[in-house]
């Protein structure tokens, strides 16, 4: 096992929540407008030339915002990803905290939007902190996969999977690509998409315990430093939230049915804890694939028992 019980269970968790946070967000768009110019006045994704358009433009932006993060990864301008980030956290958190006000029957929900999101995407990026990094994370993906599913159908859906599984095993297994832009992001961008929770062993949690009454609990910057304590990481990258979001929120609109939409997140979720189970520690995986599969046979079973049923 990669991570011990209690981690497995607390990311399994997370990952769980953020997929019905985002079912329930992307219900709501699929009834009201998105907000802040996301929406679209008709189904984009019905067109004839839709397809082949997405595709084109999906793959060329893909590469071109790999080269842009490698460039800018050269030339050391973390801050400009920081900017970036912090831009795209307040409109993904903005829409999806839009429709509980909308729900909520609150005035300007959208502006509300975001003012809050405004306020966690500054805490998320020029802030350090696991807890309000985790809870912003909850509301990212959600309005993301909103905004995707709006124009995306479930044949582009299952090519973009088997697509970005690909390009995950490549990234991940051969090229060492994931990793390094990972250990960027949370080395010198400061900011990391996705789940992300800091744990250590007994020996660094007793001298963490002991700095801590030494220093009244306010450890210097500098003492944690020069202690060279090794702090460990378990991490689910934010891609693999994300599309598994959007696998659901797809088979949503397309089914109409949120039962289905269920099954799908059921079978994801079980294909994420086989590949927590089964994996070893200090090796990275590819996520994509075992979450493409287990979304697959998801897909496969629900549109089967609609049929039936």
């Given amino acids: 096992m990669k991570y011990n019980t209690r981690l497995t269970l607390l990311l399994l968790g997370m990952f769980v929540l953020v997929q019905l946070i985002s079912l329930y967000i992307v219900g709501f768009y699929l009834e009201n407008p998105i907000p802040y110019g996301f929406n679209h006045t008709q189904d984009i994704s019905e067109q004839p030339s839709f ?39 307040i409109f993904a958190i ?7 006000f909308v729900k909520a029957g609150w005035i300007y929900p959208s502006i509300l939007g975001l003012v809050f999101g405004t306020l966690l995407s500054y805490f998320k990026v020029f802030k350090r902190n696991p807890l309000m990094h985790n809870f912003s994370e909850l509301l990212i993906y959600p309005g993301i996969a909103a905004i995707f599913v709006s124009i995306l159908n479930l044949p582009i859906t299952i090519i973009l999977l088997i697509a970005i599984s690909i390009y995950d095993i490549w990234a991940v297994w051969h090229s ?48 944690i430093k020069n ?53 070893e520690k200090k090796k990275f995986y590819p996520a994509m694939p075992y979450l493409t599969t287990g979304m697959f046979i998801g897909m496969l079973i629900a549109w089967l028992l609609l049929k039936i049923i």
């Fill in 94 to 100: 903005g829409t999806s905290l839009n429709a509980f």
């Fill in 176 to 223: 060492g690509v994931m990793q390094k832009m990972a250990k960027y992001q949370i080395n010198k961008v400061g900011v990391f998409s996705g789940f992300l929770i800091p744990y250590a062993n007994k020996k660094v949690k007793q001298k963490i315990k002991a700095l801590r009454l030494k220093y009244n609990n306010k450890i210097p910057s500098k003492v």
């Fill in 227 to 279: 202690s060279k304590l090794k702090i460990n990481l378990a991490i689910l990258g934010g891609g693999d939230i994300a599309f598994s979001a959007i696998a659901a929120g797809v088979f949503l609109k397309t089914t109409g049915n949120i039962y289905g939409a269920l099954i799908v997140t059921l079978f994801t979720t079980l294909a994420l804890t086989y590949l927590f189970i089964f994996s």
């Fill in 51 to 89: 397809t082949i358009n997405f595709l084109a433009s999906f793959l060329s932006s893909f590469i071109i915002a790999v080269l842009l993060i490698f460039f800018l990864m050269k030339l050391k301008y973390a801050w400009f990803m920081r900017i970036w980030f912090f831009i795209v956290v």
